[in-house]
């Protein structure tokens, strides 16, 4: 064997021997906060393709409920008004650790940049509307807590709230090597006795696709893929008969965890809702966090 061919195989051993290093490193993922201290995220959950998007339309049930079309548009009028409302506003996210081994978390709405004093009557209504949101709740839209090793520990919260959590802020509570997968505490589609299903499905996967060794920093990129199906038909009381009703959710998102540090460097994902029958709907939302 000629020495250039030994020199190529001992190269290419090294890196091999590296790379599998480097892929077998064991974390454990925890949150590190000092007493006292504030860590911020600049949140954001806001709408994206717009141009396809369709708000949640509750006409069917409203007509089923036996309410006149103009009340049923009226309904629909104030929907989308506090909606709308609620774009108006910044989020930011605050972790701090008041009681040990405990993340608790907060999630506060604050007024953008005020318009000018000459606001239209539209613009007017909705100034209004989004300082009633922000005064019914005190500026905090969330609050719950995590385990510092990331299990969540506000169990109270509801459900809406809790699936937020989860997705932010849940961490898998257990060593994870590359390529290992767990679930998470996500229960994006729920019903009561009045649906009836034919046929459902459930995804709940995050994947530690990546961990690198950056300079004594471990940093672990994730992959979350979550999808909830439901397909069925919606009994109303005192209706005309049932309502065919599909609803589907998913969540797709990618973040890096440094271990050493104990926080998020980039958290990015997109949440799509997609409804038909007794509720209609079709919108993403992404959601973010950015360290302030």
Request: some cysteine; overall charge positive; proline content about 2%.
């Amino acid at each position: 064997m000629s020495t250039i061919r030994l020199l190529l195989v001992f190269v290419l051993s090294i890196l091999s021997l590296s790379a599998f290093a480097q892929n077998s490193d064991e974390v454990f993922m925890r949150w590190k906060l000092k007493p006292g201290q504030i860590l911020a995220y600049k949140t954001s959950m806001t709408p994206i393709d717009t141009a396809n998007q369709k708000a949640l339309d509750f006409g069917k049930f409203f007509k089923s409920m036996g309410a006149d079309s103009s009340n049923t548009n009226q309904a629909q009028k104030v929907l989308k008004q506090l909606s709308a409302a609620f774009q108006q506003t910044d989020l930011v996210t605050h972790l701090t650790e008041k009681r040990k081994g405990i993340v608790d978390i907060e999630i506060i709405s604050k007024p953008k940049d005020q318009k000018p004093a000459n606001q239209n009557a539209d613009e007017k209504k909705m100034a209004e509307m989004q300082e009633l949101l922000l005064k019914m709740n005190s500026g905090v839209m969330l609050r719950g807590a995590v385990y510092e090793t990331g299990g969540i520990e506000s169990f109270y919260n509801k459900n809406d709230q809790k699936n937020i959590i989860a997705m932010l802020f849940e961490l898998p509570g257990k060593n994870i090597k590359q390529g290992d997968s767990w679930s998470i505490d996500t229960h994006l589609l729920y019903a009561d006795q009045n649906f009836k299903c034919d046929s459902s499905f459930k995804r709940n996967k995050v994947t530690a696709i990546k961990i690198e060794n950056k300079n004594g920093e471990h940093l672990v990129t994730l992959k979350y893929d979550i999808a909830e199906y439901i397909d069925g038909d919606f009994n109303v009381p005192m209706s005309n008969g049932p309502v065919k009703t599909t609803m589907y959710m998913s969540f797709q998102a990618l973040a890096v965890f440094s271990v050493e540090k104990g926080k998020w460097i980039s958290y990015e994902g997109i949440i799509s809702d997609n409804r038909t029958g007794i509720m209609s709907a079709q919108n993403k939302m992404k959601y973010s966090l950015v360290e302030e």
